[in-house]
């Protein structure tokens, strides 16, 4: 995870967002996977929040940048260590994303 988190940073994906709206409660946890090639081997999942809230404008805001950060880098190419693919398969990778830090475990 970390080795994911510092290639979001390092590769331009994921900005601070502090400065947004009801920035201290905002977060977004992403499962991911990946295939041999760098790129996700399924589309990224939501998993908190379940869904998009469609009532609650500043986290729908920040799910649309969190969801930008993963389809640039994705565009960019993942370097995913050998020992990932020594997991079982499919194996799923949480991100969680934070206004102030950017994406972490």
Same mark, same amino acid.
């Given at each position: 995870?970390?080795?994911?988190?510092?290639?979001?940073? *390092?590769?331009?994906?994921?900005?601070?967002?502090?400065?947004?709206?009801?920035?201290?409660?905002?977060?977004?946890?992403?499962?991911?996977?990946?295939?041999?090639?760098?790129?996700?081997?399924?589309?990224?999942?939501?998993?908190?929040?379940?869904?998009?809230?469609?009532? *609650?404008?500043?986290?729908?805001?920040?799910?649309?940048?969190?969801?930008?950060?993963?389809?640039?880098?994705?565009?960019?190419?993942?370097?995913?260590?050998? *020992?990932?693919?020594?997991?079982?398969?499919?194996?799923?990778?949480?991100?969680?994303?934070?206004?102030?830090?950017?994406?972490?475990?």
């Amino acid at each position: 995870t970390d080795i994911l988190v510092s290639q979001l940073r *390092d590769k331009e994906c994921w900005a601070d967002h502090s400065d947004m709206a009801d920035a201290k409660r905002l977060k977004a946890t992403y499962r991911v996977s990946f295939s041999r090639n760098g790129k996700f081997s399924r589309t990224p999942e939501l998993i908190e929040p379940s869904r998009k809230p469609a009532n *609650d404008p500043p986290l729908n805001t920040f799910i649309v940048h969190a969801e930008r950060a993963l389809n640039k880098c994705n565009q960019i190419g993942w370097y995913v260590p050998e *020992d990932y693919f020594r997991l079982p398969q499919p194996a799923y990778i949480n991100l969680e994303f934070l206004p102030k830090i950017g994406a972490s475990q």
